[in-house]
């Protein structure tokens, strides 16, 4: 997605999206929520496994607000996507984020050190993790349309927590983050 052609754009933010297959395996993730963290984790391996001339497997950020830093974390990782490197520099956010992911992240969702945890904090913390400079774009003005661009898809789909999976875009239940690698290639065929 981009500005609108009316002004100048200045930026673009890379989709997410990696593979080039008929099939689309969409993935609705909360970078902070060790299920998500564990789904992403089996991603490359997916994309190995059943093959990018397949499968097109695409990341939907779902922030959730019982995940208290996930709307300036899922910011950054749409932040980095308008850097050199697109989609990749998203996900070495993404990666840096699971990595770390008690850094940015409460203990029970509602206490321990991040309480006194800043916004810039939390991006400095990213910065330092993935080895990406993300303050200036985070601060790109209208990057929130991506932001919202996500929450409204997941809303449409009817996709509330993650991680949800879709396949071609149908909400499939039976999917599951502890599920083998093995077992998402072969509902994908």
């Given at each position: 997605?981009?500005?609108?052609?009316?002004?100048?754009?200045?930026?673009?933010?890379?989709?997410?999206?990696?593979?080039?297959?008929?099939?689309?395996?969409?993935?609705?993730?909360?970078?902070?929520?060790?299920?998500?963290?564990?789904?992403?984790?089996?991603?490359?391996?997916?994309?190995?496994?059943?093959?990018?001339?397949?499968?097109?497997?695409?990341?939907?950020?779902?922030?959730?607000?019982?995940?208290?830093?996930?709307?300036?974390?899922?910011?950054?990782?749409?932040?980095?996507?308008?850097?050199?490197?697109?989609?990749?520099?998203?996900?070495?956010?993404?990666?840096?984020?699971?990595?770390?992911?008690?850094?940015?992240?409460?203990?029970?969702?509602?206490?321990?050190?991040?309480?006194?945890?800043?916004?810039?904090?939390?991006?400095?913390?990213?910065?330092?993790?993935?080895?990406?400079?993300?303050?200036?774009?985070?601060?790109?003005?209208?990057?929130?349309?991506?932001v919202k661009w996500h929450a409204k898809y997941?809303?449409?789909?009817?996709?509330?927590?993650?991680?949800?999976?879709?396949?071609?875009?149908?909400?499939?239940?039976?999917?599951?983050?502890?599920?083998?690698?093995?077992?998402?290639?072969?509902?994908?065929?």
């Amino acid at each position: 997605m981009t500005q609108p052609a009316s002004s100048a754009p200045t930026w673009r933010a890379d989709p997410l999206a990696w593979g080039h297959g008929p099939r689309v395996f969409e993935v609705f993730l909360e970078p902070t929520c060790p299920y998500s963290v564990r789904a992403f984790g089996k991603l490359d391996a997916l994309l190995d496994t059943a093959g990018a001339d397949k499968i097109t497997i695409k990341i939907r950020l779902q922030s959730q607000p019982w995940h208290m830093y996930s709307g300036v974390i899922v910011r950054c990782i749409l932040a980095a996507s308008t850097l050199p490197g697109g989609k990749e520099s998203a996900k070495a956010v993404m990666a840096a984020v699971a990595a770390h992911r008690e850094e940015f992240e409460f203990e029970r969702h509602c206490g321990g050190p991040n309480m006194d945890a800043t916004p810039n904090d939390i991006i400095a913390r990213l910065e330092r993790y993935s080895g990406l400079a993300l303050r200036e774009a985070f601060a790109i003005p209208g990057l929130d349309t991506e932001v919202k661009w996500h929450a409204k898809y997941a809303r449409q789909n009817g996709i509330h927590v993650s991680p949800t999976f879709m396949i071609d875009g149908l909400v499939d239940p039976k999917i599951s983050s502890g599920d083998e690698v093995a077992a998402w290639a072969e509902r994908l065929r």
